[in-house]
């Protein structure tokens, strides 16, 4: 599956090139992992990249390894939350949650932060603001699917 999921991501970007017009770094949506073995067989959205990097004909500026941004510890998912303020506050927990280890790379960097759900935005807020505070000068998304909030 996740190979498909590359192959969209990159047929999208491919079609649509005035989306990565002076983007510097395409990132997954950090997860929480002990390991870099770890990650390929548990981290869907950094799998997808890893695939994307192994599959692109045009030389996107996919960044993996090292990671711009990394998560620290394990955080409640935004799809186990019921209300706004369940949502707030995990969005505040990954926020803090949240680390990039080398700030001078993500300086004044255009970064788009791939996710395979978007539902609310919250995750993919608090990552922004971490990246922002790190010295990024902006930050996008792009999500696989949109999903209905409940």
Do not use: C
């Given at each position: 599956m996740?190979?498909?999921?590359a ?5 999208h970007l491919y ?7 002076g ?13 870099h073995?770890?990650r390929?067989?548990?981290?869907h959205t950094?799998?997808v990249i890893?695939?994307?990097?192994l599959e ?7 960044v ?5 941004i990394e998560k ?14 369940e949502r707030?506050?995990a969005?505040e927990a990954l926020?803090?949650a949240l680390?990039?280890?080398?700030p001078?790379?993500?300086q ?5 932060v ?6 609310a ?8 603001r971490r990246l922002k505070a790190s ?5 996008y998304?792009l999500t ?6 409940r």
């Amino acid at each position: 599956m996740g190979g498909i999921f590359a192959r969209i991501i990159l047929g999208h970007l491919y079609t649509n090139p005035e989306l990565v017009d002076g983007v510097d770094a395409i990132i997954p949506m950090p997860a929480y992992l002990k390991s870099h073995q770890a990650r390929k067989g548990n981290d869907h959205t950094g799998y997808v990249i890893e695939r994307a990097i192994l599959e692109d004909d045009e030389n996107l500026p996919f960044v993996l390894d090292p990671p711009l941004i990394e998560k620290t510890r394990a955080t409640l998912g935004m799809r186990d939350t019921g209300s706004l303020m369940e949502r707030q506050l995990a969005a505040e927990a990954l926020y803090a949650a949240l680390h990039v280890p080398d700030p001078a790379r993500v300086q004044g960097q255009r970064v788009m932060v791939y996710d395979d759900v978007f539902t609310a935005g919250s995750s993919l807020n608090a990552v922004a603001r971490r990246l922002k505070a790190s010295g990024a000068a902006k930050v996008y998304g792009l999500t696989l699917a949109r999903a209905q909030w409940r």
